[in-house]
């Protein structure tokens, strides 16, 4: 099957073929995994029904719509924005190039709160916080998980904060998140009434400014620069978290945040240097890679 020409004559079969041969010379990651979603979002039907009907013919206007979303992948466009969903914690949620895709490493974050509020009594309907929510994955899959607890997440992205609300939506949660459009802590400041918080959590830009452009090119070309920059170092918002994080935090709450593997003892030394802070560990993900950092309010702060 040539890209470019029209192909009407073949079983979904040989389209799986040679679309992951395709994408395989052409250096596309997870070649025969990125074939069958885009096959099966072309087709209207699961990944599994594919296997099913590998004998069938498709209609030639869902070979053209599967031929146009494979000369995109090509260009290295991510599969999740072309079929306009990805999945996190077991839970689909809408996406677009206006939010980051959710990756499985950030599950670590929702772990870890599901663990904390089912072995803390004073955490029986606990607040939290989700500060940088873009698609709002992690609120979202909290909610589900935790039926008593009352989530906020907040955004600076206007159009990440609709895709965040139109997936709590679709999870029938939107009553029990509250969603604030701001840059971190500023529209907490203004909540009427005042909430403190159990848990605050972020998956906060991390990436080196000037090595976005360096990374693979799913993420250096389609994936937002305001949800990738922390700065010149890239830990600019590890620093305004850590300095205001305490203020909104009930005594012996948790602060969770996601890092980069090699960032996690910089970022664990600037919160361990905020005053009120203690009992700071570093969290490893499934892979085994340090992935979060999580420090507790003291008592008496």
Known sequence: MEVNQKSVSWTIGELLQWTTAFFTRSGIDEARLSAELLLAHALGCTRMALYT???????PE???AFRDMVK????????????????????EFAVTPDVLIPRPDTETIVEQVIRLARMTPAWEAPEILDLCTGSGCIAIALAKNLPTARLTASDISAAALRMAEQNAATHELAARIRFISGDLFEPVAVMSPPVKFHAIVSNPPYIVADKIADLMPEVARHEPRLALSGGTDGL??????????GEYLVPDGTLIVETAFDQTLD??????????FQDSRIIRDAAGHPRCVLVRKAAGG
């Open 267 to 276: 970022v664990q030394a600037i919160l361990q240097a905020q005053v009120g």
């Open 236 to 245: 600019a918002f590890y620093r305004r978290i850590a300095e205001q994080a």
């Open 72 to 91: 995109k992948r090509k260009d290295h466009t991510p599969v999740a924005y072309l079929i306009g969903k990805a999945w996190f914690y077991s839970l």
């Open 53 to 59: 009907r590998f004998e069938q013919t498709p209609p």
């Open 62 to 64: 869902q070979v053209a």
